[in-house]
């Protein structure tokens, strides 16, 4: 079953939408992006930040990170994939793309909200990892696997070996390896795998078979490791330790299954519910990065006005959350690109193609 097809079909089309998007990748960086958006808005009900909600939440937060990077190894495959795609052309854009990622982010790390900024690290990710896309598949999938293990061991190495001094001087050696290497919620060795995984499963294809039940398989096995370490032997994972890797590729490949599962439903009406579920997610994740920069804002105004981790502010909160999501699933109906995936394309497209 292609998952290309039924829900796009039976969703409503934004004028300006770009007739060659695919539905899972949409679908799957919309889920990251509301993942990112519930779990931003906790500090707002500070009282909710245990039990089962936050519990959920904390899920959710686990979550945004590598589905991003999963989805920006579909993107990346899917343009490579294209018919005349030149390799290098494609590398050259991604490297500009991941500058502006990485400008970006520094930009609103300044902002003075309480998001530990995600664009430089997806940026450096994505620079790094499109060149390994032009190997074959087995290879990227070999690399992937070599990065997923040694990953955790050289964030240590490179921690104990580099002088603290060069480590977190804010110079751009610092934040290379900051990045990198040693932030406490992010890194490239940790992200990287996820990019090349989620260019594996483009090539693949998105459909029901034998590798979506074993993906469901693995979800299932690698998502209890991290809790069952903590709660059998006290041992707490570190971010970017193997544990908490395996706990992040459990929920990405659950998220993965999921959104598979729904996209390939064919028979009605259960396909056009699912197209009116799915289309909130389809919108919201193709304008992912000016929603992100919009977010921010929202965050930063609310931490100007001392909102936050003190008392519960739920309006706050679904402003956020329902309001953010709101606006997005609105431009993307009347307007279609968001401003800086429009700003993005018209600097890439400067890049020249290959003499023919």
Known sequence: MDATTTVSRAAPTAP?????????????RGVAIVAMLIAHAMPLVPSLRGGAIGFAAGNVNDLASPLFALVMGMSAALVLARPGASGGRVVVQNLIRGAVLVAL????????????????????????????????????????????????????LVAASVDPAVLYA?????????????DPHYRLTNLLPFLLLGALLLRHGFRRDRLLAVLAVVAVLAYPVRPALERLIGLESVSGSHPDTLHDLGLVLAAYVVVVLLATVRRRPASTVIAAVLTPFRAVGSLALSVYVLQVAVVAAFATRGLGYVADTPGAALLLVLGVWAVAVLWWRFVGIGPLEWLIGRLTRLVPGPRR
């Open 170 to 182: 804010r110079t751009p050696v610092g934040f290379l390896l900051q990045w990198s290497f040693v």
């Open 16 to 28: 300006r939408l770009q007739p060659d998007r695919v539905l899972v990748p949409d679908v799957l």
């Open 105 to 156: 982010g520094v930009w609103l790390g300044g902002w003075g909200s309480w998001i530990a900024i995600v664009l430089p690290h997806l940026g450096l990710t994505l620079a790094l990892g499109t060149p390994i896309l032009l190997l074959r598949s087995r290879l990227v999938a070999v690399v992937a696997a070599v990065v997923l293990v040694a990953g955790a061991p050289l964030n240590a």
